[in-house]
């Protein structure tokens, strides 16, 4: 009879619990190549039992749905993959410190040579958190996690954050909760502040907000559905904030329909070696009477192909467009598209690219962006392996415009001047990879196009982020 048990930690002494086996994955630690993995999956087995040990505030039916799957392995082979597989599901629920699982032979009276048993062994955890570092583009903060965890056993979480940053300061209040057991499928709901100063438009913003969201799979990448609702404070910086700005002053309340796709396919998010990236957003927003809604695009496509002597390509493509949902109505500047600075369009300060006023940069309702980049080791490397492996010589071609259509209209020509109208800079540096945490670039930027009102960097350029195109 096949079965799944859940039970709270035995209560025995250590003297009357039976000797367990190594954990699989060192069982099996010499034999992990090819024809290994083909014997492995051409012994037959049975599983009789799971066994979940160390349960005591988690209900059982949440890690039943997690492990179940065990019982169909066929194979030695299966049982170690498939085992695998719901420790990994499990892990994923985020309320276990410890999971490791074993593989015994089944004890039962009916147990033929080819039966077994899965044992997990799991330690719960009800509190986390902990101190970390943030990095934004030229932005640093420290993060300040507490959470409450499995509050009624079914892998229900709050999350308390604070983060204190040179230009940002946020603070949240968030729940969460697999939807159908599934650890894959996580539904959020929660409260935010954020506080952020945009020195390059002058302004500076407090938003309040109420958010859920749902988080799931599919073939094809993630997806994340979101509705939103923002209380926005806007204000200046300083009095020689620029009018353009200044005249969009004020409070206003703006509820959102958001769904992004995210299909993320590279070896290393900092400085990847091989693969592809693609995102795209898509946004629809109604902002109270003072400032009517818009339907907002965006979307980003990265590729990365490794060459010979160690030699990396990579192209970069992007680009956006927002239409107001009434015409000839204006969208609020932190609605806007920005472009420029030194991990995007190089060459050009932070969002300094398009549109201006006094200084002070406007954005605009539509832009576009692309890069070719050759990634090489260092001359002087000493060896594969070495801690010279985070530093590559980095040389760039940037082009992109940012501009405003009209779609109403002059809607042809003015996409038609968004193309003609680039920018262009070309040049060469270094990039380092900072752990996981960061990339940084140092460059010598020549920008060869430049538009009046853009605010460029001839020279040197320093930029630390972890987004970059």
């Known amino acids: 009879m096949e079965s799944v048990q859940a039970k709270q930690p035995p209560t025995t002494t250590p003297e009357q619990q039976p000797q367990k086996l190594k954990p699989v994955h060192r069982m099996l630690l010499g034999f992990t190549g090819q024809e290994d993995r083909k014997i492995f999956n051409q012994i037959p087995a049975h599983v009789n039992k799971v066994h979940v040990d160390g349960l005591e505030h988690t209900k059982h039916d949440i890690v039943i749905k997690q492990v179940k799957d065990v019982l169909e392995a066929q194979s030695i082979g299966e049982i170690c993959v498939r085992a695998h597989t719901a420790q990994s599901k499990l892990r994923k629920l985020d309320i276990f410190k410890d999971i490791q699982f074993f593989i015994d032979t089944s004890k039962g009276k009916q147990s033929g040579t080819n039966d077994y048993e899965v044992i997990f062994e799991v330690e719960e955890r009800r509190l986390g958190g902990g101190i970390h570092g943030e990095v934004g583009t030229n932005d640093g903060a420290v993060r300040t996690a507490f959470k409450f965890l499995n509050l009624f056993g079914r892998a229900e979480n709050v999350n308390m954050e604070y983060s204190y940053g040179t230009k940002m300061t946020s603070g ?33 913003t407090i938003d309040r907000g109420l958010l859920a969201d749902i988080q799931f799979p599919s073939r094809l990448g993630s997806h994340t559905l979101s509705c939103e609702g923002v209380w926005r404070e806007l204000g200046c910086m300083n009095r020689t904030t620029a009018f353009a700005v200044r005249e969009q002053a004020g409070h206003s309340l703006k509820y959102a329909l958001k769904h992004v796709f995210a299909r993320d396919h590279r070896d290393n998010n900092i400085l990847p070696n091989k693969g592809t990236l693609f995102t795209c957003t898509q946004e629809l927003a109604g902002v ?75 954005g605009a309702n539509a832009y576009w962006l692309g890069g070719l980049h050759l990634y090489t080791p260092l001359p002087f490397r000493i060896g594969k392996g070495g801690f010279d492996d985070h530093f590559r010589t980095h040389m760039f071609v940037n082009a992109g415009g940012l501009g405003n259509v009209n779609f109403d209209s002059n809607m042809k020509e003015d996409l038609q001047r968004l193309a003609e109208t680039y920018r262009l800079s070309y040049g060469l540096g270094i990039v380092v990879r900072i752990g996981g945490l960061a990339r940084l670039e140092l460059n010598y930027c020549v920008p060869a196009q430049v538009r009046q009102g853009d605010s460029s960097n001839v020279g040197l350029q320093f930029g630390i982020g972890v987004t970059f195109s």
């Open 288 to 362: 109270d009477d003072k400032v009517l809604g818009f339907v907002k695009h965006n979307m980003e496509f990265q590729a990365f192909k490794q060459l010979p002597l160690s030699t990396v390509f990579q192209l970069s493509l992007g680009g956006g467009i927002m239409k107001p949902l009434q015409s000839g109505t204006e969208v609020s500047i932190q609605d806007h598209f920005f472009l420029g600075g030194p991990l995007t369009l190089r060459g050009f300060n932070i969002n300094a690219v398009g549109p201006s006023s006094d200084g002070n940069a406007l």
């Open 172 to 204: 949240s209040l968030m729940f969460s909760k697999p939807l159908f057991e599934n650890p894959d499928i996580l539904f959020r709901t929660g409260g935010y502040q954020h506080h952020g100063e945009y020195p390059w438009s002058g302004y500076r």
